[in-house]
Nanobody, 123 residues
Framework: QVQLVESGGGLVPAGGSLRLSCAVS????????LAWFRQAPGKERDFVAA??????YYAPSVEGRFTLSKVSARNTIYLQMNSLKPEDTAVYFC??????????????????WGQGTQVTVST
């Protein structure tokens, strides 16, 4: 059974940093695409970052501020978020699946999801 559990969310002032963690069980991280998405109230779930076959992908809105990393020995992926902005406020979800490159930014490419962790950036 695949399980993903996020942690590390919280309240942070604009310009601050947070590191989200996603502990994964039931699969070998090296065999899956891994991603972070976020969803603000009343909005769709948006792509943030993904890792597939050793290559990382980022949404333009977070490029240069966020970094996705993986520690296979811990079966954990991370999202380091720097220079946070109020518009980064959302529930952040980690996901695992087998997307192809052209679909890596689509939520429908991922079959396993965590429960989400709230990130709130104050002005």
């Amino acid at each position: 059974q695949v399980q993903l559990v996020e942690s590390g969310g919280g309240l942070v002032p604009a310009g601050g940093s947070l590191r989200l963690s996603c502990a994964v069980s039931g699969i070998n991280l090296n065999n899956y695409g891994l991603a972070w998405f976020r969803q603000a109230p009343g909005k769709e779930r948006d792509f943030v970052a993904a890792l597939r076959l050793g290559r990382t992908y980022y949404a333009p809105s977070v490029e240069g501020r966020f970094t996705l990393s993986k520690v296979s020995a811990r079966n954990t992926i991370y999202l380091q978020m720097n220079s946070l902005k109020p518009e980064d406020t959302a529930v952040y979800f980690c996901a695992a699946g087998r997307p192809i490159t052209s679909t890596i930014r689509l939520p429908t490419s991922y079959g396993a999801w965590g429960q989400g962790t709230q990130v709130t950036v104050s002005t």
